[in-house]
């Protein structure tokens, strides 16, 4: 059964920045579209980031854009989050997802099939 190992998070002051990973045991990504998604208490899981299999290409919320970059590292079975210039606002659970392979999604969340743990972002001021 595929498997998302979610790494990194932690606490970082407002400006400053984090990478997040997750690594899929037992699966190629290759064909899967991987994204990112937050939540904060009493808020619904929001989008965050897309990429896309098809192509590498990236969408992103538009509250994250210019600040953080997804990637992939398919020898590795590996998505990144990089995350810059963060603030309070970003504050939240981060969660890894996995699309069915060769499935097209986007930004909703029954797009997508398997999930990370879930990876606590603070940003203080």
């Known amino acids: 059964q595929i498997q998302l190992i979610q790494s990194g998070g932690g606490s970082v002051q407002a400006g400053g920045s984090l990478r997040l990973s997750c690594t899929v045991d037992?699966?190629?990504?290759?064909?899967?579209?991987m994204a990112w998604f937050r939540q904060i208490p009493a808020k619904e899981r929001e989008f965050v980031a897309q990429?896309?299999?098809?192509?590498?290409?990236?969408s992103y919320a538009e509250f994250v854009k210019g600040r953080f970059t997804i990637s992939r590292d398919s020898a590795k079975n590996t998505v990144y989050l990089d995350m810059s210039s963060l603030q309070p606002e970003d504050t939240a659970v981060y969660y890894c997802?996995?699309?069915?392979?060769?499935?097209?999604?986007?930004?909703?969340?029954?797009?997508?099939?398997?999930w990370g743990q879930g990876t606590q972002v603070t940003v203080s001021t």
């Open positions: 997802a996995a699309a069915s392979p060769w499935a097209e999604a986007g930004s909703r969340r029954d797009e997508y099939k398997d």
């Open positions: 990429n896309n299999w098809r192509g590498g290409r990236t």
């Open positions: 037992g699966r190629t990504i290759t064909a899967r579209t």
